[in-house]
Every structure is written in C-alpha cells, then in structure tokens.
C-alpha cells in the first residue's frame, strides 16, 4: 500500500495530513505521523507494525490493533491505496527468520550442548545403556541446567563459562531479533547502506544480517564481515588491561574461527555469494581503508576497549542518518562501555542509547 493522495508536512511541532484534492488537513499525533511518513512510499503493514514498535514502547498486540484501525481510516478517507500482498509471503518470512535464529543460536538442538558437557566431564561410563538413556531423556533428567542453557541463549549469557561452543552465534535471540526491528525500519525507511559486523567469531549474527537482506529482497545491499579470523588481539589498551580481559585464542580457543569456518557457515545456510564481503585482518589495519562507503547497519562485537574505538573511529562517519548501531557488549565489559562513551564525548553526541537486553545497546543516527 501507499498514500496516494495526501502529503505529510511538518510545520514547527505539529504533524499535518494534507489532503490535496479537499485543501484540508489533518493534525497527526505521533504514532500517527509516523505511520502516516511511512506511507510515502509503497509498504505492508508488517513493516509499519515493525517501524511503530521500533520507536514506541508498546506491546505487539495494541500495536497492531492501533496501526491497522488508522491505515484503516486512512484507506476508507482514499488516502490509501490497499494492494493485496500474497499473505503467505510474509507469514513465510516470518517463520524463516525465525527459525534460522533458533538455528543460529542452537535454540533448537540444546540439549547436544548438555551431551557434550557430560561426556566431557565423566567420560562414556561403564554401564553403556545406562549412559545412552540418560543421554536420551537429557532433556528431563537434567531439567534444571536444560532450562538454564535455554536462559543463556535466550540472554545471549555464557553459560558455565562456556561462550556458546556449539552455536553459529553466542548474541542470544533477544539481540537477534533486535536486528530484525532495526534491519526493517531500514528498509522501510529506505535508509541507504550496506550493513557490517566487527567482530563475527563464527559468523552467526552477520550470517541473520545477510539473511535479513535476502529475506526483504534487500539483497543489493552487501553484507560485510570483519575479524582477524585468528580471536581477539591481547589486552595492550589500559581499560582492558584493567579489567584483564585477554580473550585471545591461547586462553579462549572457541572466539578464534577461521575464515574458512564462517564461510563454510554461511555456505550451510545457503547465504554464500557475492553480497557478502570478509575483511580479515586487525581492525586497525582493514577498517580504515574498507571499501565499503555507506552503512546502514554497523554491529560492533569486538569486546575490547581498543576493538570498540578502533571500529566507530574509522566507520562511524560512514553510517547513514537514520542508520543503526549496535554494541553488544556495552554491559558486559567496562572496557566496551568506557570506548563507547569516550568516541561520543569526543565527537559531542549524546545519542538516546537503548538496552536491547542485560549487556547489548543501540542507537539511531540522527544526525
Ligand atoms: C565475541 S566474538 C563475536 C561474536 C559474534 N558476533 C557472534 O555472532 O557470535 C568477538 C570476535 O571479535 C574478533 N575481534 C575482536 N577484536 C578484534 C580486532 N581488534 N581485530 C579483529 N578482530 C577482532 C575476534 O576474532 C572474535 O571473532
């Protein structure tokens, strides 16, 4: 659908639909207007329902119910032109991505995790059928650290100190799915760029990005991937010195995966291709020069103070007004949060950051 035959004019705090054929208008209020400039160009209502949550703090169902009564409104005005979408397109959508994060996130095999674990720690054991029984109903007999693991990838948490080792991506649904909110309003806005990671690991969130573009037809838009494909660099900085946060592969083999690994990943989910680009290397030394001119998008997930500053200084400048950027461990390391607040109060922005769960924020570039 679209607004044919209206225009939406801002004039000093009011928000005016102008009826060009009546020369009247009507004063919007916020939800209104916003639903209302985001029929300037051909949409569905799922992604006004996406756009309205993105920006007010409402549930799902009210949502919904208010932005279809005023499109509805609107469509018996003749201000909008209703065109049938094929529904089961967007119910597809839908059930894919949602799959695929339950997939990236290993939501939907956990209990290979507790397996693992086990095996691990005790060994096969001596009474085999006892042992693969147990391994069968893992699920019940140890419902307690079952629910738990479910928790950590819900969270996007470690759990036992273990980052995830048998999912594609250690960020949790929660964030994923905050992608979704901010990949959608993108696109309905028409917010030029491609969208980057730095920091992939084993590629899970870049490899949702991806299928995100491909998934809304977006797929011109290029999906880029930074790492050194190697693990994080020693803690050389002094905020991750203090905090003593080396994660490099000697003490954290499992946040060093090989380019070959994420490749081969996004192979698995059918998403390899031309869109999408690898930088490997140092930050410091790849993002600077990166051939990549706009970005829509910017996910930064290096954990370090100097990964965190080396990202925004060389790339802040090229995302988009009306972009998003999101930083997935600014609850989590200090180190993160200090690189964060330094670049903004260096640069003078004072952006409206919000959690997205217990360690990840993000913002929307204003100006
Ligand atoms: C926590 S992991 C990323 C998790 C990932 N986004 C996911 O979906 O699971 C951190 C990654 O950042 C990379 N990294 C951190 N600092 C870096 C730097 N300065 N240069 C290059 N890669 C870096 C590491 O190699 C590692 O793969």
Known sequence: MRCEHADVQRTGEDVLLVDRAAASAF?????????????????????????????FDIGRDDCERAVSEFVLSLEERG?????EAPPEVTAMRRRYLDLLART????????????VELLEREGPGEDRIARRRLMRDIRYEHAEAYASLVDAKLEGRTWRGRPAP????????R????????????FADGIPGDFLEAGVCQGGASIFLRALQVAYDEADRRTWLADSFAGLPEPTHPAD?????????????????????VQDNFATYGLLSDGVRFLPGWFADTLPSAPVEQIALLRLDGDLYISTWDTLVALYDRV????????????????????????????????????????????????
């Open 27 to 55: 004063r919007l209020d916020g939800v209104a207007a916003l639903i209302a400039e985001g029929l300037g160009s051909p949409t569905t209502l799922e992604l006004l329902y996406e756009r309205t949550l993105a920006e």
């Open 79 to 83: 201000f909008v032109e209703a065109v």
């Open 104 to 115: 990236l996130t290993n939501l939907v095999y956990p209990e290979h995790e507790l397996r």
């Open 166 to 173: 048998d999912a594609h991506t250690m960020v949790g649904l």
């Open 175 to 186: 964030r994923l799915r905050n992608l979704e909110r901010c990949a959608t309003r993108i």
């Open 241 to 261: 010195v203090a905090e003593r946060l080396d994660l490099s592969e000697p003490k954290q083999p499992w946040l060093a995966a090989g380019l070959r690994a």
């Open 320 to 367: 988009s007004v009306g972009g998003y950027i999101v930083v997935d461990d600014y609850g989590c390391f200090e180190a993160c949060r200090q690189a964060v607040q330094d670049f903004l109060a260096e640069r003078g922005l004072t952006p409206d950051l919000r959690p997205i769960d217990w360690s990840a924020v993000f913002w929307r570039k204003t100006a």
